[in-house]
């Protein structure tokens, strides 16, 4: 479902990401671990065309993303959720103003809305709170919030870039598990993260990265002593 091939990202003449090769399947759950500066965000970024690699290809289920025409990109990150750090939660709407605003901007109707949206807020167990302000949440039910925004349209392909850095370890871990739930369900889900603690208790497939090189990928791994910082 995501594959690299020869990727290399410079950023002014100096690499970020060297001569990536990497293949997560459908449904398949990896955590993308190493230090900071190791090249995370970066590939990350080429994933969901935020920037593209100064040489290589980027497939997201078999099309290079690296060749599509700018009009084409809304394409792409539909089929893509996408969970941040900092939530990015419009702070004047409401958790399910916040989790439909996509849908409404894709076309989609009605009771139709309202079905997506419970469905989504459900899965992250929030339907209490869906005429909240995100202002009115704890920061690991904003990340909830953030994470039914990015599954409601169904997308096969769940990105988050460190999604538990401002969570303390057990909201965390929370956070993670229902990442690895929302997986079950088919979902190719890669998470970035610096949190030892979350990819050891959980001992899924983790892809190291250090300076922009990807020096081990294993499956039910640990948080590796070479990947720290
Ligand atoms: N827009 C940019 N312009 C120039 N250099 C950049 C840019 N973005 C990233 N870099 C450089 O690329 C390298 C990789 O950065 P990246 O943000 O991918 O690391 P990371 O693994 O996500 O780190 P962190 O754990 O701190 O988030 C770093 O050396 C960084 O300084
Ligand atoms: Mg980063």
Redesign the pocket.
Known sequence: MIRLQNVNKD??G?P??ANINLQIGLGEFAFLV????????????LLYREEVPTSGKVLIGGVDITRLEPRQIPLLRRRLGIVFQDYKLLPRQTVFENVSYILRALGVEGDQVIRRVTSALCVVNLEDKADAYPDELSGGEQQRVGIARAIVNGPPVLLA??PTGNLDPQTSLEIVQLLERISQRGTTVLI?T?DQFIVNSLRRRVVS?KG?QLISDVDSGVYEMEARA
């Open positions: 950023y002014v100096r970020a990401l190493g230090p900071s500066g190791a090249g995370k965000s970066t590939l990350m970024r870039d460190e970035s610096h990265l922009g």
